[in-house]
Antibody, heavy 120, light 109 residues
Framework: QVQLQESGPTLVKPSGTMSLTCAVS?????????WPWVRQSPGKGLEWIGE???????TYNPSLESRVTISVDQSRNQFSLRLSSVTAADTAVYYC?????????????WGQGTLVTVSS | EIVLTQSPGTLSLSPGERATLSCRAS???????LAWSQQKPGQAPRLLIY???SRATGIPDRFSGSGSGTDFTLTISRLEPEDFAVYYC??????????FGQGTRLEIK
């Protein structure tokens, strides 16, 4: 059974940098799948942040690209998100997920999500 | 960027009725990269349909998807109480970025 679990600080100060890690179990990061981050502001819809493949190649949402870094750690079977210069607008539930190569890159597994609040 | 517009915003129906949810794209894309997901309060989205019309593992056959180009539809043939939730369409063909529709809330009438 594939499981993804987000972890990291849930309270970040304005202008600071948030960091989250997604631990993957039941599947290997070293596969043809893609590993995205998606966020959802309170009461709002879903926003794709970016994604990474096993070689570390990344694609980012142009609206966030200047502030986002996604990285992968194959030895730990996890991938990470860093978002710099955060503001209250970055307060959201952050999800990591898997886009399955076998299913035309559909988002077949999601983490439970973690609420990150930007506040002083 | 492909903008996905879902309609209606809210759909009020009773258990046993048929639900038809629409997703319209601002430009055409390959239907193999269109999916539908269901989200319940406090939960992550759950994949229902991928490649526009293929059901994900464990999804009941009352859920079906159709469409191509710019117009896609999710149909729930007979609503069960557990089907009342928010439904999102999303595309990952023309990327970056992947985009999601704003969601259709399916509520009990």
């Amino acid at each position: 059974q594939v499981q993804l679990q987000e972890s990291g600080p849930t309270l970040v100060k304005p202008s600071g940098t948030m960091s989250l890690t997604c631990a993957v179990s039941g599947a290997s990061i070293n596969s043809n799948d893609l590993w995205p981050w998606v966020r959802q502001s309170p009461g709002k819809g879903l926003e794709w942040i970016g994604e990474i493949d096993r070689s570390g190649t990344t694609t980012y949402n142009p609206s966030l690209e200047s502030r986002v870094t996604i990285s992968v750690d194959q030895s730990r079977n996890q991938f990470s998100l860093r978002l710099s210069s955060v503001t209250a607008a970055d307060t959201a539930v952050y999800y990591c997920a898997r886009k399955s190569y076998n299913w035309n890159y559909a988002y077949d597994y999601w983490g439970q999500g973690t609420l990150v609040t930007v506040s002083s | 960027e492909i903008v996905l517009t879902q309609s209606p915003g809210t759909l009020s129906l009773s258990p046993g009725e048929r639900a038809t949810l629409s997703c319209r794209a601002s430009q055409s894309f390959r239907s193999k990269y269109l999916a539908w997901s269901q989200q319940k309060p406090g939960q992550a989205p759950r994949l229902l349909i991928y490649s526009a019309s293929s059901r994900a593992t464990g999804i009941p056959d009352r859920f079906s998807g159709s469409g191509s180009g710019t117009d896609f539809t999710l149909t729930i043939s007979r609503l069960e109480p557990e089907d009342f939730a928010v439904y999102y369409c999303h595309q990952y063909d023309n990327s970056p970025p992947n985009t999601f529709g704003q969601g259709t809330r399916l509520e009990i009438k």
